[in-house]
């Protein structure tokens, strides 16, 4: 039997790897094996990628190019890890996927939004996510968490990656944006509110994966 397959969107620092690595340890806790990954990246050739996509220094380029640049380690990804281990019966958690580009580069971007369906048909088809998590915060909390924790854990002199430097407007459309999916696709996504603690979020996470992915199979 397939695996199923979650993702966990929203700004900066709203605290999707934090809840991502929460729900892997649930899941194994109750016996379901899971691979854990994230876009950009997640593969050996994507996440070379990765350092070109985020490098702060990188020279303007457009949405387009940042686009195709995104679907191409999004291919490699779901070649090499996403699909093998959905295929052999795993839960795949990932850390922001295909809304990501519909909001960075979509609504933020202003690449149409028809050049993305048809480069997720292209790509992501059929392995769409069964379920999604929209981590909601406002900007300025998230951007303090991602601040803080670049200078408490990494160190003092790490460059915030080339989002992080927009402003604050930029972020503000982002959210917006997460709302609206949220909102237009109720079947696969779930809103949470990510100013909570994170146990809290936590919670609110299991019982959306309780009800919508596990109840059904019992
Ligand atoms: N991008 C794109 O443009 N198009 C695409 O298609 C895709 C991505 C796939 C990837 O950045 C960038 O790529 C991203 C969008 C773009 N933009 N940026 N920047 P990334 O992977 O390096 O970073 P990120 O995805 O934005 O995540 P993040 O900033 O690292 O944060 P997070 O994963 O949401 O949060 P966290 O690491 O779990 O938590 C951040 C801090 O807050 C940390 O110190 C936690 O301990 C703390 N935290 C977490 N939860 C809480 C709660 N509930 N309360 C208080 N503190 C908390």
Known sequence: MLGRF?????????????????????LSRVGISTEITREPGGSPFAEALRAVILDPNMPQHSALSEALLFYSAR??????????????????????????????????????????DVLNHMVVSP????????????????????????????NPDTEADAYEKRDLAFHWKLREAFREIAAQEPERCVLIDATQEPDAVFAAVWRAVEARLLAPAR
């Open 75 to 116: 291919a490699d990804h779901l070649d090499n890890t996403v699909r093998p281990a959905l295929n052999a019966g795993q839960w795949v958690i990932c850390d922001r996927f295909i809304d990501s580009t519909r909001v960075y580069q979509g609504e933020a971007g202003g690449l149409p939004g028809e050049i993305i």
């Open 127 to 154: 392995t769409f996510p069964d379920l999604t998590f929209i981590l909601d915060i406002p900007a300025e909390l998230g951007l303090g968490r991602a601040h803080s924790r670049r200078v408490d854990k990494v």
């Open 6 to 26: 979650i993702t966990f969107e929203g700004g900066e620092g709203s605290g999707k790897s934090t809840q991502a690595r929460l729900l892997a340890a649930q």
